[in-house]
């Protein structure tokens, strides 16, 4: 299986804030990684496809880079209502899977 | 827009088998365009896709769990079903299930996803 290697594991930081969280795959996939956002008690929430793709309806603060091993998810100007956990998942081989998850916190 | 939604016995003794549905509204479970997954999420843990079912039947499973997973549809209903044998402690965990485009690019994009019902493994 194909390891997600998501950092930091949780994060804090204020309103306005610019945000950060990588995502490290254990062999090149391509880009074939989503960025996904969960909020207490909810379903995940797709945000990003193929890297870099935002979902329809998504804010536009929210971001994807990279491909191969390497990727990035970035808020450019954290909100309130952005307090959730985000996980990566890559598709380049079954099984699917699911970094760890980085934990964001308000300041 | 596709809505999913899982039901089933949210308390399961011990090495019994755990057995879920996900109704599908919205749309067809037999329009041929979607992979149904089942993908569970232990308490204050991440995410494990479990397995994935096509329209003919055909399945996908985690390595991890195949040996006791069985997925399968009921397209007179437009569900398909979950069921995890032996079920060990381990096991409790909020399930959810979640449909992906069939495309090359697009299998492993699951959106939307059920709402998830959680299933605690205990006697």
């Known amino acids: ?107 | 827009q596709v809505q999913l939604q899982e039901s089933g016995p949210g308390l399961v003794k011990p090495s019994q088998t755990l057995s879920l549905t996900c109704t599908v509204s919205g749309g067809s479970i037999s329009s041929g365009s979607y992979y149904w997954s089942w993908i569970r999420q232990p308490a204050g843990k991440g995410l494990e896709w479990i397995g994935r079912i096509y329209t003919s039947g055909s399945t996908n499973y985690n390595p991890s769990l195949k040996s006791r997973v069985t997925i399968s549809v009921d397209t007179s209903k437009n569900q398909f079903s979950l069921k995890l044998s032996s079920v060990t402690a381990a096991d409790t965990a909020v399930y959810y299930c979640a449909s992906s485009h069939t495309g090359s690019s697009s299998w492993g994009v699951f959106d939307p996803w059920g709402q998830g019902t959680l299933v605690t493994v205990s006697s």
């Open chain 1, 1 to 107: 299986d194909i390891q997600m290697t998501q950092s930091p594991s949780s994060l804090s930081a204020s309103v306005g804030d610019r945000v950060t969280i990588t995502c490290q795959a254990s062999q090149d996939i391509s880009n074939y990684l989503n960025w996904y956002q969960q909020k207490p008690g909810k379903a995940p929430k797709l945000l990003i496809y193929d890297a870099s793709n935002l979902e329809t309806g998504v804010p536009s603060r929210f971001s994807g880079s990279g491909s191969g091993t390497d990727f990035t998810f970035t808020i450019s100007s954290l909100q309130p209502e952005d307090i959730a956990t985000y996980y990566c998942q890559q598709y380049d081989n079954l099984p699917p899977g699911f970094g760890q998850g980085t934990r964001l916190e308000i300041k």
